[in-house]
T-cell receptor, first 115, second 113 residues
Framework: AQTVTQSQPEMSVQEAETVTLSCTYD???????LFWYKQPPSRQMILVIR??????QNATENRFSVNFQKAAKSFSLKISDSQLGDAAMYFC????????????FGQGTILTVHP | NAGVTQTPKFQVLKTGQSMTLQCAQD?????MYWYRQDPGMGLRLIYY???????DKGEVPNGYNVSRLNKREFSLRLESAAPSQTSVYFC????????????FGPGTRLTVT
């Protein structure tokens, strides 16, 4: 079974600075996707960024980028120029090729942004 | 285009009561999912329906039943609620396939006393 681990229950960052959230996963599958979801206090789950396992190039979406290390099974999220609106719970998630679309989530990291 | 809708948004039950959480999607997705979110545990899959007419257990199915009523609707039933089922419940939908994004509803906060 696949597992996803986020070892940082909480992180904080100053506005305009950069923060990195960590995620590791375990799988024996070769074909899979990795995701970062943001959950603000409204509870809505918002997709931030996704990474295909077969792509060596790291995904980027504006101020959000990932560092995907396939051999190490590591998938960290970097938020540049942090904004107050980035404050939220962040979840790392895994979707495997044989999983019928199911997502396996990490425990989550609460990000606080200080003005 | 409402996406994924869930009702109710909040519910308080007494131990032993039953209830059904409703979920509907208007994106014509084949697959639908029910997750529960508990502090420190992320979201865990309760049941899923890969396509209309099929349902399968996820990681934490005990105490729950589901019905895929049609392609749009996927309900979650608690037959005899227990305090351990106090949680936030999310419904999600997607197309079947590795590349497709999963869309989430707004969640239902359920408290069992």
């Amino acid at each position: 079974a696949q597992t996803v681990t986020q070892s940082q229950p909480e992180m904080s960052v100053q506005e305009a600075e950069t923060v990195t959230l960590s995620c590791t996963y375990d799988t024996s599958e070769s074909d899979y996707y990795l995701f970062w979801y943001k959950q603000p206090p409204s509870r809505q789950m918002i997709l931030v960024i996704r990474q295909e396992a077969y792509k060596q190039q790291n995904a980027t979406e504006n101020r959000f980028s990932v560092n995907f290390q396939k051999a190490a099974k590591s998938f960290s999220l970097k938020i540049s120029d942090s904004q107050l609106g980035d404050a939220a719970m962040y979840f790392c998630a895994y979707r495997g090729g044989t999983s019928y679309g199911k997502l396996t989530f990490g425990q989550g990291t609460i990000l606080t942004v200080h003005p | 285009n409402a996406g994924v809708t869930q009702t109710p948004k909040f519910q308080v039950l007494k131990t032993g009561q039953s209830m059904t959480l409703q979920c509907a999607q208007d994106m014509n997705h084949n697959s639908m999912y029910w997750y529960r979110q508990d502090p420190g545990m992320g979201l865990r899959l309760i049941y899923y329906s890969a396509s209309e007419g099929t349902t399968d257990k996820g990681e934490v199915p005990n105490g729950y039943n589901v019905s895929r009523l049609n392609k749009r609707e996927f309900s979650l039933r608690l037959e005899s609620a227990a305090p351990s089922q106090t949680s936030v419940y999310f419904c999600a939908s997607s197309e079947l396939g590795l590349t497709y994004e999963q869309y989430f509803g707004p969640g239902t906060r359920l408290t069992v006393t």
